[in-house]
Structure formats: C-alpha cells, structure tokens
C-alpha cells in the first residue's frame, strides 16, 4: 500500500540489516532506524504530546536529527527542524511562534541559548538520547493532508514565516523526486544540506522510501565534500551553488578523486554561471547535471534534464511531473511564449500556506485562474518570480518581482548582470543590488569574490560595457572575501543592501 503519512515511509523500507544512515564512524541499519523512531515516539507521547502538537527539532546534521523527525511523525505530531547555526533570539523566535511543545535538542545546544526560552514556560526541553526499546507505536494518525511539518524561511524579510506542509505534500514531493531523478535503492545520497531546508529533507525523505543509504556530512572545506564523495562512493549529490563554487574553485583533491560512482548531482536555490557548469562538466565528465528550480511554498517546480543544458543554457526547465507551470501577467492574462509574467505552480506539493499569517498566505496561494471545467477552483502558488516561457514548455528566470532593479527606468533583472560577470571569468561568485541613488532611482552596485590573477575593474567594467546594454553595467564593482549566506546556503541579498544602504547614510 502507498505511503499516505511521513513515517509510512520507512515502514517498508529495506531490509533491517541493510545501512540507512551514515554519520561518521557510525552506520545505522533500517532495523535499528525503526526501533529508535519507535522509542522516541513513544517517549514524546508519555511528554503528553497530542495529535497535531508542534516539536521544535534544534541538533546537529546527525542520525539523531533523523530519527526526531520520523519521530514526531510517528507520535502524531508536527516537526519544527531548526538549523543549529541560529542565534538564541532567532530559535526563540521559532518556538514561540511555532507554539512548540517539546524542543527536542542535545546539552551543547540547550547550553547555548543562555536561557533565551525561559519565558516558555510550557516547553519542554528534551536533551537526553532515546534507546531502541520503544514497542511499535501506531496512535491516533492524522489525515493526509494534515500537518506534518512546519519549514520556516530564512527571514530575509522581517521575522522568519513558518510554511505549512502536510504529509501529502511531504510523500508528493518525495514521490516526484524520485521518479524524475531514477533514485533506487542501490543509491548512496550525500547530504550536505539542512533539514531545515525543503531541498534538504527531500533528500533524506527519497533515500528512506527507496530503502536506499545517506551519507550525514557537515563540511568545513571543499575536500570534506570530496573525500566524502569518493569514500563512500557516492551515486547522488545536491547542492546550491555556493557549493559547486566551493568545489570547482577550493577543492584541490577534485582534481585526482576517483568518483566514477557519482551518477548525477543536482542544483537549486539560485542558478549556475555557465563557467561554473563548464568546470563541474571538465572535473565530472561522467557526471549528470541537473538543475532545478523550487520555492519552499511550493517545493519544486521545474527541473531541466541534463541532455537540454547545451540547447538551453539559461533555463530553469520545465514542469516536474503531477504539476503544471504556468506565468501570468500582471493584468491577469496567460502570458504568450516568449512574454513575461509571474510564474505559477499547480499541483499537490503547494504548500498549506504560512502559519498564523492568513494575510501572507493569501498572497501567496491565489484562486486557480484556469480551473479544470466542472470542478471548483482551487488554489495556486503565485511564486512572485517573473519567468518566461518557450514554445516548447521550457522556462527562462527573469528575476524576483520585488527584487527588480529600477534605474534610468528600466527594469534590470540581477541574475542577467550576476551571469554576465561571471562570464569574464574574473569572479568566484557575484551578487548584484540595487542602492538608492537621487539621479537613477537606483543604481546597480555588483558585490563579488575575486578569482586567483582577476583582472583589476577597470577591465572587468570594459568587458561588460561590450557584452551589456549601457544601463545594465554596474556603476560600482566591490571586492569581498566571501558572500554571506543565510542558513539554507543561498546569498543573502537583503544583508547585503541592508549593509551597505546603512553604510551609505552614516557617510552622509
């Protein structure tokens, strides 16, 4: 029978001597993964957990963060994965807004607060590791379009939002991912991504329904990745693109590793430089790439095959299967090929919406505007990214709606001057914003990491004034050490025009 809740998923899956989980020197078989779920589970329902309770879930990338997770689904609950680099404030934040019951951490963590949660009186703080002694627990389940698990963004705008996913979204989106990327269950999935993160849950979501082996790592340096990759010969890898940065630019033993096993790996959170993709081809002949784009209110929604990357270059693919993409202009219409508009996403991984924000969520789950005929209309995910459309399915990112650049008045879309510095080869990664100025509106100010023998600037703003229309060079280039990212791993921007919009008015 089909999984229809979270913990179904790994009822079934492999053998209980076959490997589940990996961290370190520790392997733990699909036996030993179910009796610990069982343990915990049953731990958190004599905590007095009820069916639908939140569980806060603050640990390290380890066995035991994935065994909570299971855990909560298995006793009823709704798992809250917090990443473990968040500041006391920010975790406080979660809890509270969560309504969390049960913080499920270690000491190292619980100590780090410094006591940012005793005005949560009603929480329960559990640091102590549960056995395998747990009896199979099967309480009241909830339906499955219940809540599961609530995932909350990065808050690059104001206070984080919590997205709601039910398990249907959860087996929906593990269900997708599966078919489209082949995953079986002789794969070995490297997983250098947080929980706390949809693109990361889904790795450890497939890898369980497949029955098939993850690999826990935590790196520090790009050859972390790479020893990691050869060690356990790797089959599956995804990333973001500080990532491939990461290898392609400071991972010297990528050069001589042997990872013939490494069938494919993936890309989300952001797109990758045409230089970038050419290095990871050049060091990976033998290696699959393909990348995807998603929103965490909505998971995935387009994937471009790995054959397609030569014809399409820039694009960020066509629609995963089960689900429809489609872009509509701002006055409502289905934009035609080749016309802008706002994407879309139909189909059953769009989100429940934004906990407690009933006005968030309507923004972002609007009335389907081409209902199926007969049935009722239902709901949508407007992504608030505009794309366009070719004839023939596939999708080309433009830019975020409210992250457009408006100078001279024209609307510059930053991924187009990020991939045309980047073609110069003069970069290891660049991000491009928009600071206020009296005379443009704003003008484009590109943040970068300089590659080894980088030309100096004034070059750089040459090659581009040849390759760009005048409006879109950027006015001012500046030189950083490293971007900052949020924990997910993607580029910051609101940091970084905060800071510097900042900087701007204490000169004045």
Request: charged residues 20%; contains cysteine; proline residues 8%.
């Amino acid at each position: 029978m089909a999984p229809t809740l979270l913990h179904h998923l790994l009822e079934g899956a492999g053998a209980d001597d076959s490997s589940a989980i990996v961290e370190g020197a520790e392997t733990l078989t699909y036996g030993g993964f179910r009796a610990r779920v069982a343990a915990l589970a049953q731990r958190l329902r004599a905590l007095g957990l009820a069916p639908g309770d939140r569980v806060a879930i603050l640990l390290p990338k380890s066995i035991r963060e994935c065994v909570a997770i299971f855990a909560v689904s298995a006793a009823g609950g709704v798992f809250v994965p917090v990443h473990p680099s968040l500041r006391p404030r920010q975790v406080h934040h979660i809890a509270a807004d969560s309504g969390a019951r049960v913080l499920l951490t270690d000491p190292v963590h619980a100590a780090g607060l410094e006591g940012a949660l005793d005005d949560l009186p009603d929480l329960r703080v559990l640091t102590e590791e549960v056995g395998e002694d747990g009896a199979a627990l099967r309480p009241g389940e909830p339906a499955p379009d219940g809540l599961a698990a609530i995932l909350y963004t990065s808050g690059s705008t104001g206070l984080p939002k919590g997205v709601m996913l039910s398990h249907a979204n959860l087996i929906a989106g593990t269900r997708i991912v599966r078919t489209y990327l082949g995953i079986h269950p002789a794969d070995r999935i490297l997983s250098v991504l947080p929980f706390s993160f949809d693109y990361g849950l889904n790795q450890l979501l497939t890898s369980v329904e497949q029955g098939a082996r993850i690999v826990l790592l935590t790196p520090r340096l790009g050859d972390d990745v790479v020893r990691a990759l050869e060690a356990h010969r790797i089959t599956l890898l995804a990333g973001v693109p500080t990532l491939w940065t990461l290898l392609t630019r400071a991972a010297p033993h990528l050069a001589k590793a042997d990872l013939s096993a490494l069938r494919a790996i993936t890309n989300s959170g952001g797109s990758l430089a045409l230089p970038t993709i050419a290095r990871l081809r050049a060091r990976l002949p033998h290696t699959a790439i393909v990348l995807m784009y998603g929103l965490t209110e909505a998971f995935r929604s387009t994937y471009l095959p790995p054959e397609e990357i030569d014809r399409r270059p820039d694009s960020i693919g066509r629609a995963i299967p089960e689900t429809e993409i489609f872009a509509l202009t701002h006055d409502g219409r289905r934009a035609r090929p080749g016309e802008p508009g706002i994407l879309h996403h139909r189909g059953p991984t769009v989100s429940m919406g934004y906990w407690k924000r009933p006005g968030d969520t309507a923004r972002v789950l609007v009335r389907d505007p081409f209902p199926s005929p007969g049935s009722a209309p239902g709901l949508v995910c407007r992504s608030g990214d505009l794309v366009v459309e070719d004839e023939d399915g596939f999708f080309r990112f433009i830019g975020r709606e409210d992250t457009m650049i408006k100078t001279q008045g024209f609307r510059v879309s930053p991924t187009e001057v990020e991939a045309a510095l980047m073609e110069t080869g003069a970069f290891r990664a660049a991000a491009v914003i928009g600071l206020p100025d009296p005379s443009l509106g704003q003008r484009i100010h590109a943040v970068t990491v300089p590659a080894e023998g980088a030309p100096g600037t004034a070059d750089v703003l040459q090659r581009l004034r040849s390759a760009l229309a005048p409006h879109l060079v950027p006015r001012t280039i500046e030189a950083v050490a490293a971007l900052p990212t949020t924990p997910n791993g993607k580029v910051d921007y609101k940091r970084l025009t905060a800071e510097r919009a900042a900087a701007e008015i204490e000169r004045r």
